[in-house]
T-cell receptor, first 114, second 112 residues
Framework: DVKVTQSSRYLVKRTGEKVFLECVQD?????MFWYRQDPGLGLRLIYF???????EKGDIPEGYSVSREKKERFSLILESASTNQTSMYLC?????????????FGPGTRLTVT | GENVEQHPSTLSVQEGDSAVIKCTYS??????FPWYKQELGKGPQLIID?????GEKKDQRIAVTLNKTAKHFSLHITETQPEDSAVYFC???????????FGKGTMLLVSP
């Protein structure tokens, strides 16, 4: 089974802190994604990566950056956390986009910024 | 870019009833339409998908229909059970894109 793991289920940080959210997948997938999930707003794409060291902005990249140094690991970075970044963060991965489109999601990290 | 609208936002049914969730999309070139189910405390999981060359697809109690002319697609769940209670997301993908555009989700509550 494909497994996508996220480093923390719950995280509490203070305003202004630098926050790292880590995601690891074990299926050698090319694509990895970071979403944020808020009530009434659904899943919104923050950033995605289609290869090591490659990244593309999604719909809401402001206030976030990402890093992909190894194929299996995709990190989301909040350079200076703010209260409006309190949310559920979901990581996903998928295989060759030309043939297989299914995205596999991790369990999510619920981040609270106080 | 693609825009996906999903209705209703919440749906309550009695066990054994049918449930229908509807989505519309804006980009007529979109050719892949998945449905994801998110149970409490878990990430979304693909339950069924359909490609634009097919009008309907079934998998046991769930089915998806696609109307390309009207640019809408629907999820049908028959004989609902309490374990069907979850948030359901539809999505659309234009050709050549790696990303999915998701609807805002529908919370389905199935009462025993």
């Amino acid at each position: 089974d494909v497994k996508v793991t996220q480093s923390s289920r719950y995280l509490v940080k203070r305003t202004g802190e630098k926050v790292f959210l880590e995601c690891v997948q074990d299926m050698d997938h090319e694509n990895m994604f970071w979403y944020r999930q808020d009530p009434g707003l659904g899943l919104r794409l923050i950033y995605f990566s289609y290869d090591v060291k490659m990244k593309e902005k999604g719909d809401i990249p402001e206030g976030y950056s990402v890093s992909r140094e190894k194929k299996e690991r995709f990190s989301l970075i909040l350079e200076s956390a703010s209260t409006n970044q309190t949310s559920m963060y979901l990581c996903a991965s998928s295989s060759d986009p030309q043939t297989v489109y299914e995205q596999y999601f991790g369990p999510g990290t619920r981040l609270t910024v106080t | 870019g693609e825009n996906v609208e999903q209705h209703p936002s919440t749906l309550s049914v009695q066990e054994g009833d049918s449930a229908v969730i509807k989505c519309t999309y804006s980009d007529s070139a979109s050719n892949y339409f998945p449905w994801y189910k998110q149970e409490l405390g878990k990430g979304p999981q693909l339950i069924i998908d359909i490609r634009s060359n097919v009008g309907e697809k079934k998998d046991q109690r769930i089915a998806v229909t696609l109307n390309k002319t009207a640019k809408h697609f629907s999820l049908h769940i028959t004989e609902t059970q309490p374990e069907d209670s979850a948030v359901y997301f539809c999505a659309a993908k234009p050709p050549g894109y790696s990303t999915l555009t998701f609807g805002k989700g529908t919370m389905l509550l199935v009462s025993p």
